[in-house]
């Protein structure tokens, strides 16, 4: 087990002290003493990541760095955006554009990294960047990677993060606020005729959503039937022949993918917000979305 | 010997101009004060770590890599009598960017981060071997159109590998090959900076110690052995040592095109095509060339990082037209 505990326990009062006041600075008050509260009632947890390492938090982080856009929503949402240090090129969420960026979240700037001088840093899981769990882990900054694919995973994300920052309950709610979301939109279509989709991330030859993604989710919840769901891969390139012969009722893209002119002689091309390819907490209205295509009957 | 001379000084304080600039400028504003604290171990933690764990490593593989491609493309471009030689040429890259694919696509790179330059180094050296085993198996003697027609094949076979797992694979995995390829110094540290150094040194010095015996191939095998030069042996330790340099630095930085080509011609252009002074002088060359760079690749864009292929190609090709217009006047 990789043992990663905050670096300095020493630091715990400065941290408590830190985290405080900058919890001041968003909602102040009431605010403040569940922060506090959470902090010195949180006992030290153990969180498995996505890359199956273990690691300990004594206390809650108090500088995060979240690489990964899905989760900065999260802690924004879980009301935990005070401890947020920086951000990357891909947040743009109002709340956190005026915090200083690493680049991309893949290979980010390490020297703003460092100045940032996060306590925790959430990264995204695989090969993809091999540089900078290597560097966070050669100075002792912990880290822990995560996987949003599916819905579920999004959701266990949520509890995670509600657990590493004393947030339980929060994450509770944006949890249940979720489920309910996806179960209104799901009692809104059930019964309905499936029709059956191809959802196109665009490309020559076209990439599509395949099973045991998070696209693929929101379909079955939205009604829908993904007739790649044999596709041997999370997204991947098929042909046109394909996409021609599938029997597809809707081809659905994101709004400003350029697709095949070809796609629209054979079925309608309908376009959805760019939420819909975001595994967030937005997953909700992406459904609801959807469904909305897929079964306009239904809304009326 | 004199120009020689004065290049060298020009070039050795251009390497030292080069990694000062790059410990000096980065994506964060530190003051000359705070940069010199850090390189005495003074002052603030942070900025020590990035003055002396972050730039000054990366500074200092940007000299082992940029040098050693510079001395291999150098080497290559003698033994095969071949100016568009460089350092790929004999499929290295093709099967370095093969492995470095296979253990991505087979998730492999999970094991530790050594596994990626690992495999790298291996498929560089595999290409090597099977270059050189399909070149003697048509012709005892090496003949070098034999070796670079292998080379090609080799390096054609492995980048249909690489498409085809490109096929097979995840996106991700397709993304970090892709990243991987476009080669990088930013995996820098100390121990890849010592590691890189325990290939490139040796092998470099061994390179300049055949200085002479190369002037000689460089006219003509025959004219070589005549000359009382052991053509074959030559051959073989200097073919082994320049690709020994381009897979190491290809395990450590990808690949990185266009120092191993125009470097070496750039130097020939200014001192001539005598090995004691083209071989180290390209080092020095590549080795400022590579850093400079670098520098420019993190700041250009930051904190978003160029390619750096990208900045040597923009660099290098004005920089060949000047010398080339000022060598034909």
Redesign the interface.
């Known amino acids: 087990m990789h043992r990663i505990g905050l670096r300095h326990r020493t630091r715990a009062p400065i941290l408590l002290l830190a985290s405080a006041a900058l919890g001041a600075c968003g909602d102040a008050g009431a605010e403040r003493g569940v922060e506090r509260s959470a902090i010195i009632s949180a006992a030290p947890i153990v969180i498995t990541d996505a890359?199956g390492r273990a690691v300990r938090f004594d206390h809650p982080p108090a500088r995060v760095l979240s690489l990964v856009p899905t989760v900065t929503q999260i802690l924004v949402e879980l009301g935990t955006g005070y401890a947020l240090v920086g951000r990357t090129?891909y947040d743009t969420m109002a709340t956190v554009r005026a915090l200083p960026?690493?680049?991309?979240g893949?290979?980010?700037?390490?020297?703003?990294l460092?100045?940032l001088?996060p306590d925790l840093v959430i990264r995204f899981e695989?090969?993809?960047d091999?540089?900078t769990?290597?560097?966070l882990d050669?100075?002792s900054i912990p880290h822990l990677t995560v996987r949003p694919d599916r819905i579920a995973d999004v959701i266990a994300i949520v509890h995670q993060m509600g657990q590493i920052m004393g947030r339980s309950e929060a994450a509770d709610t944006l949890v249940a606020d979720l489920d309910r979301q996806l179960a209104d939109v799901r009692a809104l279509v059930a019964g309905a005729e499936r029709p059956r989709v191809a959802y196109v991330l665009g490309g020559t030859p076209p990439?599509v959503a395949g099973p045991g993604t998070f696209i693929a989710d929101l379909l079955d919840a939205a009604g829908g039937e993904n007739v790649f769901a044999d596709l041997d891969?999370?997204?991947?390139p098929v042909s046109l022949e394909e996409l021609v012969t599938r029997d597809v009722t809707f081809f659905v893209v994101a709004r400003g993918t350029v697709v095949n002119l070809r796609l629209g002689e054979q079925a309608p091309v309908v376009e959805v917000s760019q939420e819909v390819e975001s595994p967030g907490t937005g997953l909700g209205r992406a459904a609801l979305e959807l469904a909305h295509l897929l079964h306009p009957a239904a809304f009326r | 010997m004199t120009r020689s001379r004065t290049t060298a000084a020009v070039l050795i304080l251009a390497v030292a101009a080069a990694v000062l600039l790059a410990v000096r400028f980065?994506?964060?504003a530190l003051s000359t004060g705070d940069v010199l604290d850090a390189l005495r171990g003074r002052g603030d933690p942070?900025t020590r770590?990035?003055v002396v764990?972050?730039?000054l490593p990366r500074a200092l593989l940007g000299v082992l890599v940029g040098g050693g491609l510079a001395l291999a493309g150098a080497t290559f471009q003698a033994l095969l009598r071949n100016p568009l030689a460089e350092p790929y040429i004999l499929g290295i890259s093709g099967g370095a960017a093969a492995a470095a694919v296979t253990v991505?696509a087979l998730?492999l790179?999970?094991a530790g981060?050594w596994v990626?330059p690992a495999a790298a180094f291996g498929g560089a050296l595999l290409a090597i071997f099977l270059v050189f085993r399909v070149a003697s198996a048509a012709d005892r003697s090496l003949d070098v159109r034999v070796l670079l027609l292998a080379g090609v094949v080799v390096g054609a076979f492995f980048s249909a590998t690489i498409a085809l797992w490109f096929a097979l694979?995840?996106?991700?995995?397709v993304?970090?090959a892709v990243?991987?390829m476009m080669g990088s110094l930013?995996?820098a540290?100390w121990r890849v900076v010592v590691t890189a150094a325990a290939y490139t040194l040796p092998a470099g010095f061994v390179l300049v110690a055949l200085a002479r015996p190369l002037d000689l191939l460089a006219i003509g095998e025959e004219t070589a052995t005549y000359l009382g030069a052991n053509v074959e042996q030559v051959k073989r330790i200097a073919f082994g040592m320049a690709s020994l340099i381009t897979a190491a630095g290809v395990a450590v930085a990808g690949v990185i095109g266009f120092v191993g080509l125009i470097i070496p011609h750039a130097v020939r252009l200014v001192v001539g095509s005598g090995h004691r002074a083209l071989l180290p002088l390209s080092f020095l060359a590549g080795s400022a060339f590579l850093v400079l760079a670098d520098v420019v690749a993190r700041l250009v864009i930051?904190?978003?990082?160029m390619p750096i292929g990208v900045v040597t190609a923009f660099a290098g090709v004005p920089l060949f037209l000047v010398l080339l217009r000022a060598s034909l006047r």
């Open positions: 890359s090129d960026s690493v680049g991309g893949l290979q980010p700037d390490l020297e703003r460092l100045t001088r695989g090969a993809q091999p540089v769990g290597v560097a050669e100075r990439w891969r999370l997204y991947g | 980065g994506s964060v942070v770590d990035i764990g972050l730039r991505l998730g790179v999970s981060s990626l694979s995840e996106a991700s995995t993304r970090s990243l991987w930013a995996g540290d930051a904190p978003a990082e």
